[in-house]
């Protein structure tokens, strides 16, 4: 792919406002090179190589920056000019996990101004579709706007759904979340850090992770997936969802842009690998049954391990 090329288009359309202008408001390429006083031909292709990057849409032979795009840039974009002192310091831009307090503020914050929860939701769906069974008690850690717990207690109409994460997220996302999806009688909160909140034995049958298996602490690894596998029942699974893919070079690029992305944000968090998760959780007894990738922004894939009770 022509890497270099397309980093300057973006680049270009970023900083020139191009594709804040179209957000949201449809335009052709020729009332986009009148209005900007440049020439139709040299526009045209500009807009659709921003619309084979996914930056646009066309319908008919009218572009539109989504929402979606202008949000996922937004995120993706925001520590970039941090480069150079990165590559100097090795210091993050901002360090989120410093403690606690910062991790609730940076995430309420971040829920709030990222579109991020609408942005998931098809692909929270398809990830419940494909889980099979209908889990009766659902643990979610780390829940941000209870994305994946609340798509699966959606289909389950009895589900009950514990939710493990700092307060004001808890309370700013999470329940205001489950109340818009009218879920709110059947949800409940373990408020403060998943490293030391103490997890019921024996309750759940499902106990989910998305995006924040990467928050935990190496040290406490083993510990830590002991005390999930002891809050399953019997027959009762651990999903973890996030970025492993790595099948195909652009999995792999994307996967190394999240690393950088975690190393310039975060002192302590480890995009773990597929293969670091399967021994953890066999080194306890759980076992992989099941691994899907799922379709949406970023390439995220689905591990899915079962207590082996003959172990
Ligand atoms: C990237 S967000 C993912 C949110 C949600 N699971 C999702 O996939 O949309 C990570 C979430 O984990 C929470 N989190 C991170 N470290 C945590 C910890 N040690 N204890 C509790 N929650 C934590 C953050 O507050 C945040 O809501």
Known sequence: MEIEQIS????????????????????????????????????????ETLRGMGYLTR????????????????????????????????KPWITIDSSPENLDAFYTK?????????????????VAARLDGEP????????????????????????????????????NHFFKRAEQLGCLDRVEALEGDFHEVHFP?????????????????EPAADSYVRKVKSALVKGGEFVVIDHFADATPHQRLSRTLYEMRLA???????????QEITRLCSRVGMLLKDSFEVEGPGFLSVLVFEVDFNA
């Open 201 to 217: 034995k024996s309750a759940f049958d499902r106990i989910v992770m998305g995006s924040s298996f990467h928050f935990l602490k």
């Open 264 to 274: 310039m944000r975060t002192q302590a968090a480890k995009n773990y690998s597929r």
């Open 59 to 90: 319908s008919g032979d009218q572009y539109t920056s989504t929402q979606q795009h202008h949000e996922l840039r937004r995120d993706n974009s925001f520590c970039w000019d941090q480069i150079p002192e990165f590559l100097q310091t090795g």
């Open 8 to 47: 300057n288009i973006v680049s270009f359309a970023t900083r020139s406002g191009l594709l804040e202008e179209l957000r949201g408001a449809p335009a052709t390429a020729l009332q986009v090179a009148e209005r900007n006083g440049g020439d139709h031909r040299a526009y045209s292709s500009v807009l």
């Open 136 to 171: 009766g008690h659902i643990l979610d850690v780390g829940t941000g706007t209870g994305l994946w717990s609340l798509a699966m207690a959606r289909r389950a109409p009895r589900a009950k759904v514990v939710a493990v994460d700092f307060p004001q997220v808890l309370t």
């Open 110 to 126: 971040f829920f709030e101004s990222v579109g991020y929860a609408n942005q998931m939701s098809a692909t929270a769906e398809a």
